[in-house]
């Protein structure tokens, strides 16, 4: 039985990340700070960051990162983008309509990311921290980015297990590694290389 529960939208009042630099540091309170002054017209995007769910602060920091890169923030609907994996409803475990996800777009062609999707594998659903699928030329790759915390990722063979039933190419990052700089970066560069890799 599926159990991720799934995001819901919430008021702006509600703001989700106020308490992020008590968690992570200085530094990451500045990133949300520079997040909400390129974003403080764009109550829509707001509405949208607001509803997503994560499982740790280094993975929300992870997405006020790729916010500052200044893609949209949409409604998706991955089975017609081209995913390969089957996303479904965490709780229900019916095909999912519509994730929402950061769209960014650049000389190479575009990537969707998406945060927290509940995917159908043979050991059942799984959450993946991040979904990105990298599109170009009518040819989309599935890739996923976790972000490896010890308390929940410290047995590395179940690790390469979940990885093996989730069935795509799974980037691992340690929480430490989220407030690096250029990591953002870093990670668009392997997601392009996984891309070329599979041409």
Known sequence: MPTHAQPH???????????????????????????????KEDERFWRQFNSLRFDSWSEKRLLVRVGLLGGQMLGLRLNRLGCSICAVHGESGEPAGLHRGYVLAGKKGSVAWCPQVA???????????NL???SSRKRTLTLGVEVDGADFHGDAEKQRERDRALGIPILHLSADEVGKPGLV???????????????
């Open 119 to 129: 995917v159908a594998t043979a050991q059942g659903v799984l959450c993946l921290d």
């Open 132 to 134: 990105l699928l990298v």
């Open 185 to 199: 970066t870093r990670i668009l560069e392997w997601a392009w290389q996984q891309f070329e890799q599979a041409a």
């Open 9 to 39: 939208q919430v008021p702006r009042s509600d703001d989700p990340l106020w308490p992020i630099a008590l968690s992570l540091g200085e530094s990451a309170g500045k990133e949300v700070h520079e997040l909400e002054r390129l974003r």
